[in-house]
């Protein structure tokens, strides 16, 4: 069983700043099928921006940050790491049990760091996430990193593999001939993509709507996921995006909206047509 649900899905400055989107991050659950080898059930929560514990602790039923098992960075920018501190206190039970794992770029314990030493010393083990890089192990779910993105400070994207089922996320960043070969070779049942901008020549590192739908034409997912919206994608309604992309690239495409669950093991089998 592979769930995702989303306690944020808004992006950029002003979306964040209003909160007209909320920007809590993503909160994976692993765990065994019925009839399956048993296993232990792995959380793992990702990019905690502002108001991620607030949106964690108030989802029903609750993400429980004291049984977190990892907290994962794809870079430092304060959409995505706000709450991060917060998140390790809550981790840990405010440090008094050291336990779970902490995963993020280089730049984000180092020199402008947004992890505050003190509190990473709270967790029982930190990683460096670099390019292309892993396996780093979550228990039973591998996780493995992308090509850097174009991002201005360190940035990758995702893929975690748990029982032969593979999740990815794409972070911000700007689009670049061969950023979609790279997450095609991983070959996700799902693709969770960020997807910023609507249609504008602003030379800034996000993908637009156009970029977004030639990433997800080369990556081909069962499932694709957009998250992570501007006004202006919000203007032009993502679910109505999502159903025209559905139409257009034959697979399940959605838009996330704050506190859906997405039930990737779902989703996935009925791709399949199982
Ligand atoms: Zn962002
Ligand atoms: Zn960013």
Known sequence: MISVRFLGTGGARFVVAKQIRASGGMWFRFSPEPGEDAGPLTQIHVDPGPGALVRATSAVPPCEPAELDALVLSHKHLDHAGD????????????????????????????????????????????????????????????????????????????????????????????????AEDYAAHHPDVLIVNVLRYRDSMKVDHLNFDEARAVLRTVRPKVAVMTHFSTKMLEQRPERLARELE????????????????????????AAGV
């Open 84 to 179: 991060i501190n917060v998140m390790i206190e809550a981790m840990t039970t405010g440090g008094f049990r050291r336990r779970g794992a902490l995963l993020a770029p280089r730049d984000a314990f180092e020199g402008e760091a947004v992890i505050f030493p003190y509190a990473a010393k709270f967790v029982a083990e930190r990683r460096y996430l670099e390019e292309k890089a892993g396996p780093y192990a979550i228990n039973d779910v591998e996780l493995r990193t992308s090509v850097r993105h174009l991002h201005g400070v360190d940035t990758y994207g995702m893929h975690f593999l748990y029982r032969g089922t593979t999740v990815s996320y794409m972070p911000c960043g700007r689009f670049f001939d061969g950023l």
């Open 247 to 270: 139409d257009e690239l034959g697979f399940r495409v959605f838009a996330a909206y704050d506190g859906w669950t997405l039930d990737a093991s779902t989703e996935i089998a009925a």
